[in-house]
């Protein structure tokens, strides 16, 4: 029987979001609560789209690298491994894991809300939350730099094909590797720039979202970077969950890639801040910083609630 998959990472993007992490406590019973809070979470999912249909109700729950083998036990997944820290000069992509991520996200943020209360709630003292970030669709589908987000997400069957785990992996098929970022953008300095700096530095236009050709591509341009080949000339690809988030003081993008490897996002990462050998990095990092980078597995429905 094939696996069923936690239903948000491959759903199309919605229009609200909230990222949730969390460390265990040391409490008695505390792996003993983390799990039965896990297993409940496709029921309570289910039990949200059955009042609401309509707002298209996802809760996608990822263990951190580090924390698997206490939470699950042994196996684990093939490839699970800590986020790789980068550190090239200014340019930095640090490593802060964590233990658990639960990406709610629908169509309505009042939903969101009352499951991260819920969630939590049901945590209770077993584990500390880390970091709660509420992001939303911005415009139409557009950074905060002003660019739209997530124009090469793979589509429709393809989505699948790029983040969920196959027979590669058969004892975890049907999960996703989760890599997590918080950027922090320098807003003003990026608003100062002329339109012809800013769309040399992303490789698209800006008002009608069009790619550069090619030739016309600084090596620099943030779709440089990330649009890669492997040795067979396949596109290297991963699923975009990211979003916008923000504050009066302080604005950026959460970004979340889903992959059925995370050869892929390691592979963009490094070609974004180390660059490629002869000098050129992405030089969307003037701009933006990574204050955070966390890795997860998030495994199939059925395994989740098998662990209550």
């Known amino acids: 029987m094939a696996a069923r998959i936690q239903s948000g990472i491959t759903a199309e993007a919605s229009s609200d979001a909230i990222f949730l992490t969390f460390n265990q406590t ?13 297993a409940g979470i496709p029921a ?18 990822a263990v951190g690298s580090g924390y698997w083998n206490r939470l699950c036990g042994d196996p684990q997944p093939k490839q699970l491994r800590p986020f790789p820290a980068l ?36 945590l209770a003292d077993a584990a500390q939350l880390v970091e709660e970030v509420h992001g939303f669709r911005y415009l139409d589908s557009r950074d905060m730099t ?34 997590l970022q918080r950027y922090v953008h320098k807003l003003p300095l990026w608003q100062r720039q002329p339109l012809k700096t800013q769309e040399d530095t992303i490789g698209r236009t800006k008002q009608d979202n ?15 970077r990330t649009s890669l080949k492997d040795s067979a000339g396949r596109s290297i690809e991963i699923l975009r969950h990211s979003m916008p988030y923000g504050s009066s003081t302080e604005c950026g993008l959460m970004f979340a890639s889903y992959c059925r490897t995370p050869d892929n996002f390691e592979a963009m990462l ?7 050998g002869q000098g050129h990095w992405d ?13 997860f597995f998030a495994p199939a429905a059925d395994r989740l609630e098998r662990l209550g």
């Open 26 to 38: 040391d409490v008695d019973q505390a792996v003993v609560t983390v799990r039965k809070v896990l």
């Open 44 to 61: 309570l999912q289910q039990r949200y789209n059955d009042n609401h249909p309509e707002a298209g109700v996802h809760i996608v729950v």
């Open 87 to 122: 550190e090239q000069g200014l340019r930095v992509a640090p490593a802060t894991p964590v233990d658990l991520l639960f990406h709610i996200r629908s169509d309505r943020h009042d939903l969101n809300f009352e499951l991260a209360w819920q969630i939590r709630s049901q």
């Open 146 to 179: 002003g660019f739209v987000d997530g124009t090469e997400n793979p589509t429709g069957e393809h989505r699948a094909e790029v983040a969920v785990v196959g027979a590669e992996d058969s004892a975890f098929s049907g999960g996703s590797y989760i890599h």
């Open 210 to 224: 069009i790619e550069y050709f090619s030739a016309d591509k600084p090596l620099t341009a943030h779709t440089k």
């Open 270 to 276: 490094e070609s974004m801040v180390i660059g490629d």
């Open 283 to 295: 030089h969307l990092l003037k701009y933006t910083r990574a204050v955070t980078g966390q890795a």
